[in-house]
């Protein structure tokens, strides 16, 4: 569902360089919940929004659902990721007092109309478990709450490839676990692909397997080596 290969991704501050993203690979399948460690400031943040299509690398490949999105024009880069990519933020919506359904169906109402796009949104926020509170503005909800809605505003296309950022930091241990469950119901009830960036790795305890992202690299999960496994397999007989 989506592949990193050497990635670079570099910013300047004042005159020096401040390489973020270092020959970064990655390959996340369908139904996948990974896990995405960095240090705060660490690059987690520009790692999501070049899966999202959002920051476009100077070097290396992002290939989503089959397709490179270098490869693309404009118009197909833009229905691809419209349609098959979801980004969740802490960012609320630009309008103070925009009710959160109307928020949620924004993204559809470029070819629903108004009112079918807002009843998608509320039942995109009932999977989260907060359809009750669809005129709410988003000063009044908790962080717990601005969280799963920012999961059903990206969610409410149905993509492929959901991306989530920090959504964990603020919340106390029965939110933490509320929210991981609710990522795994939905990577095995829809088949989504799942990447939450946290920069507690307390936070992603439960998550199938964890990337860490160090110095612009990107260390994938441990592997058990073949000799462990040989090791293990002649104590057994023996």
């Known amino acids: 569902m989506l592949s990193l290969d050497g990635v670079g991704v570099c910013y300047w501050r004042g005159h020096r360089p ?4 270092r020959d970064a690979s990655m390959h996340v399948h369908a139904g996948e919940l990974v896990g995405v460690w960095a240090k705060a400031g660490g690059g987690k943040t520009t790692l999501l929004e070049v899966c999202a299509g959002v920051v476009a690398p100077e070097e290396g490949r992002v ?3 089959g397709e490179e999105l270098g490869g693309l024009g404009k118009r197909r880069t833009t229905e691809l990721l419209q349609s098959t990519v979801g980004l969740a933020t802490r960012q609320g919506p630009a309008i103070p007092d925009l009710p959160m359904v109307t ?3 924004l ?3 470029r070819h629903l109309h108004r009112r079918d796009a807002e009843r998608r949104a509320r039942q995109a926020m009932g999977r989260v478990g907060l ?4 005129d709410e503005p988003w000063r009044n909800l908790s962080d717990s709450e601005r969280i799963l ?3 059903a505003r990206a969610a409410v296309c149905e993509p492929r490839l959901l991306l989530i950022d920090d959504p964990t930091s603020g919340l106390d241990m029965t939110e933490r676990l509320h929210l991981l469950g609710l990522l795994r119901s939905m990577t095995s009830a829809t088949g989504v692909a799942v990447v939450m960036a946290a920069s507690d790795m307390a936070d992603l305890q439960g998550v199938e397997s964890v990337w860490s992202l160090v110095d612009g690299h990107l260390v994938g999960p441990p592997q058990e080596s073949a000799t462990v496994v040989e090791l293990a397999q002649r104590s057994k007989r023996g």
């Open 18 to 21: 401040l390489q973020v993203l």
């Open 63 to 65: 290939v989503i659902n």
């Open 103 to 105: 928020w949620i169906a």
């Open 107 to 109: 993204g559809l109402m």
């Open 131 to 134: 359809d009750a509170l669809a």
């Open 149 to 151: 809605l920012a999961i």
